[in-house]
C-alpha cells in the first residue's frame, strides 16, 4: 500500500511547496461551497491577481469549477468557485455492527453515488471482502479520480490500525489489505466527534466532547475542530473507564467497563433476560417496548440514561468542553428518559457547574456522523500540499498520455519511419 504523502518525500517536497496557497484556497471552498473569488481574496489578504492566478491553475487541474456570479455592483465581474465535478474524490467507507457503506466525496464534501450492504459479523475475511468489493466498484465507476480511502471502523485504532473490536468480534485485524489506495483508518466514534465540531451541533466550540452510544460508548475530545488521539491513535475509548460495577467482564476483557452499563448488555441485565447477541438492536426493541408503557422496560431504561449521564458528568470534568453532543443510541435513550438524565447529570456535577453546565447536544448527523468525519479527514489529506502534488502528477500523466494518442492518431497509415 503507498502512501499519499510519497509526494511529499525526497527532492518532491519542493515541488509541493508551491502548492500551499492552493492548499488555502480549497479549504475556504470547503468551507463555503459557491464562495466568490473576490471574497476568497479578501479572506486569504491576496491580490485579485494572485486570486485569479491560483484559482486559474486549480481549473486548469480540475479542482476547481468557476461559475459566473451574480453581481450587485459595479466592477470587474467574479466568479463562485466549487469542487469540480470531474476532480479527485476520497472514498469515505464505515464499518459498523452489521453493515456497511461506501460513499465517494467531491473536495467540497458532496457526495456521489455510494454502496451498502449488511454483514453476517464472524470472521473478517468475509466481511472485509465485501467492503473490498464496493471498494474496486466505486473504482471503476470513477477511473483515476479517487486518490485514497478514509475508513471508520467500530474498533480500537492505533498507529493507523485495527487492534480490537469488540463489536465485531475482532482482535488485530490489517485493514491495508482492502486496497492499493493510501488509506486512513479512524476509530468511527472518533469521526462522529470531528462532524459535530467542525460543521454539525458543537460547531463554533472550541472544545467539544462528543460521545456514541451503540455496543458501548465510543468518543472523542475535539479541540479546534481536530480530535484528540492520544500518543498512538487510540484514546477517546470512554466506554472502558471503570464506571461500572467491578465485578462485570467486558468483552475487551477489562472489569467494570461503562459500557456494560450503558447499553443493550446492561438493559438485559436489568430486565432479567439473556444477554443479547445483537445489544443494539435489543436496545431498539426495549425501547419500543417503554414507549409502549411496559413499566419494567421504562425502569431498565432509566437506570441505564442515569449511569449514561454520570458518566458524561465525569468527562466533563476530566475535560471541561463548551459543550457535549451524543450519538446512537444516546439520542433515543435520552428522549425516553430525559428528566432521569438531567437529574442524574445534575447531580453528578461539581457544585461549581451546576449553574452553568455545559450544555449536552444531540448530535445533527445521527448515524452519519462517522462518515461526515472520515470524509472531512480524508479531504484534509487531500487538499494538503503533497495531496494536490499527488493529483497534479497524475492529472498531467493522464493529459500526457491522451496527447500522446492523438498524435498517434493523426499520423498517416502509410507513413514509415525514416532511418538516420
Known sequence: MRSIDDAA???????????????????????????????????????????????????????LRELPAATTRRGRPTGELTAHP????????????????????????????????????????????????????AQRRHPGRIMLVSMAVAGTVRGGRL?????????????????????????????????????????????????????GVGGALVVDG???????????????????????????????????????????????????????????SVLQRAGGGEPVAGLAVERVVRALARGVAGLVHVHDPEVVTVGGLAIPLRAAAGPAFDDAYGAALMSHRREHPPPVLDGRYGDDGALHGAAAVGLDRLTDPAGIAAWARQNQAVSGSRRARRTAQTVPSSATPTSG
Open 226 to 284: 481536530r480530535p484528540i488521539t492520544g500518543s498512538g491513535g487510540a484514546a477517546g475509548e470512554y466506554g472502558h473507564l471503570p464506571f461500572g460495577a467491578p465485578d462485570l467482564r467486558c468483552h475487551c476483557g477489562a472489569l467494570g467497563c461503562w459500557d456494560m452499563e450503558v447499553d443493550g448488555r446492561a438493559l438485559a441485565r436489568h430486565l432479567g433476560e439473556p444477554g443479547p447477541v445483537d445489544p443494539h438492536g435489543y436496545a431498539r
Open 86 to 137: 470531474d476532480g479527485p474524490l476520497v472514498l469515505a467507507v464505515q464499518l459498523r455492527h452489521r453493515d456497511w457503506r461506501c460513499t465517494p466525496v467531491l473536495l467540497d464534501g458532496s457526495s456521489l453515488d455510494g454502496a451498502s450492504g449488511r454483514h453476517p459479523g464472524g470472521e473478517p475475511d468475509a466481511v472485509l471482502g465485501a467492503v473490498a468489493a464496493a471498494i474496486h466498484a
Open 163 to 215: 487492534v480490537q473490536s469488540a463489536t465485531l468480534g475482532w482482535g488485530p485485524v490489517r485493514l491495508d489489505r482492502l486496497t492499493e489506495l493510501p488509506l486512513l483508518v479512524g476509530n468511527d466514534a472518533t469521526l462522529a466527534g470531528v462532524a459535530e465540531a467542525r460543521s454539525g451541533a458543537a460547531a463554533g466550540a472550541g472544545t467539544a466532547l462528543h460521545l456514541i452510544v451503540d455496543v
Open 9 to 63: 518525500d525526497g527532492p518532491a517536497r519542493a515541488r509541493t511547496a508551491r502548492w500551499r496557497a492552493a492548499t488555502d484556497v480549497l479549504a475556504q471552498v470547503r468551507a463555503q461551497p459557491g464562495i466568490t473569488r473576490a471574497e476568497l481574496a479578501r479572506r486569504l489578504q491576496l491580490s485579485s491577481g494572485s486570486a485569479a492566478e491560483i484559482t486559474a491553475r486549480l481549473r486548469t487541474l480540475r479542482l
